[in-house]
């Protein structure tokens, strides 16, 4: 069996943020898919990304139809007013996954839900964003490695 199309998907997500550990201006020194969201980081500027478990939409002899949320954590040290950085950043997230809606062809959209800034308890330099998407694909029934297109 191939890998899963969730394991595909989110395996293309990380290709597609690789290029911002170079890019500038937003450059992380990380970008790292994690099983929860972090309530810090040691290392910054740092992209962490959670997939959260899949919900059926809709199901019948062929084919299932999911979605599941995908949740970026941008962490970083502006220095002065973490508002510009923030922007930068979501501007270089949204590029990256919002280029290809679907994915190389691995789902059927990919829907910008929201974003949270937000400021570190340590003097308001220090802090992030959170940004949601929502994905959703459709597979074979019983054979969670086949797109059903």
Same mark, same amino acid.
């Given at each position: #069996? $191939?890998?899963?199309?969730?394991?595909?998907? #989110? $395996?293309?997500?990380? &290709?597609?943020l690789n /290029?911002? &550990? #170079?890019?500038? /201006?937003? &450059?992380?020194r990380v970008?790292?898919?994690?099983?929860? *969201?972090?309530?810090?980081?040691?290392?910054?500027?740092?992209? !962490?990304?959670?997939? @959260?478990?899949?919900?059926?939409?809709?199901?019948?002899?062929?084919?299932? &139809?999911?979605?599941?949320?995908?949740?970026?954590?941008?962490?970083?040290?502006?220095?002065?007013?973490?508002? /510009?950085?923030?922007? *930068?950043?979501?501007?270089?997230?949204?590029q990256?996954?919002?280029?290809?809606?679907?994915?190389?062809?691995?789902?059927?959209?990919?829907?910008?839900?929201? $974003? $949270?800034?937000?400021?570190l308890?340590?003097?308001?330099t220090?802090?992030?964003?959170i940004?949601? !998407?929502t994905?959703? @694909?459709?597979?074979?029934r019983?054979?969670?490695?086949?797109? !059903?297109?």
């Amino acid at each position: #069996m $191939n890998d899963p199309i969730k394991l595909a998907i #989110m $395996n293309y997500i990380q &290709t597609r943020l690789n /290029p911002l &550990t #170079m890019d500038e /201006p937003a &450059t992380a020194r990380v970008v790292q898919r994690k099983a929860s *969201l972090q309530a810090v980081s040691a290392i910054t500027p740092a992209l !962490y990304f959670v997939a @959260y478990p899949e919900r059926k939409i809709e199901e019948d002899t062929i084919c299932i &139809t999911l979605e599941f949320s995908v949740v970026f954590q941008l962490f970083f040290t502006s220095g002065r007013d973490p508002g /510009p950085t923030t922007d *930068l950043f979501e501007a270089a997230v949204q590029q990256a996954i919002e280029a290809e809606d679907q994915l190389g062809g691995l789902v059927d959209w990919v829907k910008f839900e929201s $974003n $949270n800034p937000f400021i570190l308890e340590d003097g308001g330099t220090d802090g992030g964003t959170i940004m949601q !998407y929502t994905v959703q @694909y459709r597979r074979q029934r019983g054979a969670p490695d086949k797109r !059903y297109a």
